[in-house]
């Protein structure tokens, strides 16, 4: 008896995180797009940090705000951004929807952070944007304070509001091809380089139309993703999740009766093909081999000690 008390002493936020269904997430909601009407839930209505699920309204402002073809320079400071990131040269011309594309698949901060600067001149500029946006589709309860979801203060959203912003970033064909976009080749002048997705979903689940992750410590691990069945989409998002993939695979039997494995999802985990170079190497010079001169034999000498 002592020692349950112990335990529950020490442990008693662990065993409350959890719900009886093994669900992790301090938040989540299940709804379907067009009717919002809600499949499954828990606290949805709760401010949480959003992490790089912030991308989304990014990518979602800067698709309507850009063509895609413009050329964006990013400044010094780009370099000093925390990853995850593109490793973009500072001076060096990229093409906007490259960098839409590096927010989305490889979730770059310095991407998300140049496209905010290049539009709304600073990011906090760019940030009023986007809760202006927010407001317009409703969702009240969401304080964006910078393009990439890294850790700020007062910076939060809420799964409902989420599945409302994802929402309306669906019905944008651009975007649409963003989300769903497996493999990301990018290449500069220095160097070319493979993204892979981080959406294990999109490898591994075939009803999967396209999401976004995001983590920080502080957050935990966000997700906000859609789904199809029966000529239906459905909206999924969860915030402050400790076992993201078994979350979402647990709310999603809801709906499916088949879902990912363990093993499934353990091999669709996300990483970034080879580095190569893109400049070229230089050809190395063959080495020739010089005869070597004939020299007399040496006595052996016998080792010692």
Not at 32 to 43: C, L, N, T, V
Not at 78 to 99: A, E, Q, T
Not at 149 to 158: A, H, I, M, N, S
Not at 183 to 199: A, I
Request: with cysteine; net charge positive; charged share 25%.
């Amino acid at each position: 008896m002592r020692f349950i008390l112990a335990f529950l002493l020490f442990f008693p936020l662990s065993l409350a995180a959890t719900e009886p269904n093994g669900i992790t997430a301090a938040s989540y909601l299940l709804v379907e797009r067009d009717s919002f009407q809600i499949i499954a839930g828990k606290d949805y209505h709760r401010k949480l940090a959003p992490a790089s699920t912030t991308k989304v309204m990014t990518t979602l402002v800067a698709i309507e705000k850009l063509e895609g073809n413009e050329t964006i320079v990013p400044g010094n400071e780009v370099s000093k951004i925390p990853r995850s990131k593109m490793n973009l040269v500072p001076g060096n011309n990229y093409k906007s929807v490259d960098l839409m594309k590096g927010a989305m698949v490889e979730s770059a901060n310095d991407a998300a952070y140049t496209l905010a600067k290049y539009i709304g001149g600073t990011e906090e500029g760019f940030a009023a944007m986007m809760n202006q946006r927010a407001r317009e589709l409703g969702a009240v309860n969401t304080n964006f304070r910078n393009a990439s979801g890294l850790p700020v203060d007062g910076q939060y959203t809420t799964c409902y509001d989420l599945a409302l912003i994802f929402k309306e970033a669906l019905l944008s064909n651009r975007f649409m091809e963003l989300v769903s976009t497996r493999y990301f080749l990018f290449q500069d002048n220095y160097r070319r380089v493979q993204y892979k997705n981080h959406n294990r979903l999109l490898f591994c689940f075939e009803p999967a139309i396209g999401g976004k992750t995001g983590y920080t410590r502080a957050s935990r691990h966000c997700y906000v993703g859609a789904f199809e069945k029966d000529d239906k989409v459905y909206i999924l998002t969860l915030l402050g999740s400790r076992n993201l993939w078994g979350d979402s695979v647990q709310i999603l039997k809801t709906l499916y009766d088949r879902v990912p494995t363990n093993e499934e999802l353990r091999l669709a985990k996300a990483c970034s093909a080879n580095l190569t170079s893109y400049r070229g190497k230089k050809e190395a010079k063959p080495v020739i081999k010089k005869k070597a001169k004939k020299t007399k034999k040496a006595k052996k000498v016998p080792k010692t000690g």
